[in-house]
């Protein structure tokens, strides 16, 4: 190989890792129930289908998956726990967002990070971009902006940080000027920060991290004694990780959407508020 060929190839840029969605669908919905589908489901708004663009239902968990696919992403995989089926009947393989869809089960039930876990043999060695399947956010481009962050700081995590008046319903997030995290904040009523994080992008590093910390946990609940203890601790989130990330030196970026709302539905209340606006913002589209 001449001198000239291999230093054009050294120069090139190295490919971006293979970007796979991961969407925690599991929860059991207990504040809304009874439903009559999973909360993933439930219609917020409408889409236009075919040629002559007729309306159709536009179910929560579609917004996410279609911002994901902005940012490129065509790979998903949504984790559910049994009898969800009615999930995969809707979105088959993915085709009507020009996805590839595929499913996992959750193993156990003691929050997202165990539910995530199920996804480490497939995504190990993959970026992976995660957001949450109830949560709606209205900015297009967050997973592009969140992929191009983590590309320039090379990160281990970036989070997409959302400006919200109730941070007893969130993880909230303490950042420096720079984006970089100090702490998170889980529900915490009387906190004084603005920003909660909803979705995220991260490394192998990362996912690396949360599985063996989810394998020390199950470990620890292997001795009876320790059993007893964590079954009457809270569920765990997957914010919980990214504190223990943190104090584990592994870098944390961000980056902040202050002009975007965002709105959870897990509840009564949330989710009249998110067909309210889906048909305000119809009634102006139209």
């Not at 992929?147 to 420096?176: C, Y």
Request: one cysteine or more.
């Amino acid at each position: 190989m001449s001198d000239r060929l291999s230093n054009h190839l050294s120069k090139k840029k190295k490919p971006r890792r293979r970007i796979i969605g991961l969407v925690p669908a599991a929860g059991k919905a207990a504040r809304l129930a009874p439903l009559p589908c999973s909360k993933e489901l439930f219609p917020i708004g409408f889409r236009p289908v075919g040629q002559n663009r007729s309306l159709r239902p536009k179910v929560v968990c579609h917004y996410l998956l279609e911002k994901l696919r902005t940012a490129g992403i065509k790979e998903t995989y949504l984790i559910l726990r049994k009898g969800k089926w009615d999930i995969p009947a809707y979105f088959g393989d993915g085709k009507m967002l020009n996805m590839h869809l595929a499913y996992l089960m959750m193993d156990l039930p003691f929050g997202v990070p165990y539910t995530l876990d199920q996804a480490y043999p497939f995504v190990q060695d993959a970026m992976v971009a995660f957001g949450f399947p109830d949560i709606m956010f209205d900015q297009d481009d967050a997973f592009v902006q969140l992929l191009n962050r983590q590309a320039e700081s090379d990160a281990d995590i970036v989070l997409g940080l959302f400006p919200t008046d109730h941070p007893q319903k969130w993880d909230m997030v303490d950042f420096d000027e720079d984006g970089g995290i100090r702490r998170i904040v889980i529900k915490a009523p009387r906190v004084r920060l603005r920003y909660a994080w909803i979705i995220a992008v991260w490394t192998p590093i990362f996912t690396g991290f949360l599985h063996q910390y989810i394998a020390d946990r199950k470990h620890m609940m292997e001795d009876e004694s320790s059993q007893n203890r964590i079954a009457d601790e809270r569920e765990l989130c997957i914010g919980d990780v990214i504190q223990a990330a943190i104090h584990n030196e592994v870098q944390i970026d961000s980056v902040r959407f202050p002009d975007s709302g965002c709105l959870d539905i897990g509840t009564p209340e949330d989710m009249v508020n998110a067909v309210q606006i889906t048909k305000r913002n119809f009634e102006n589209f139209g």
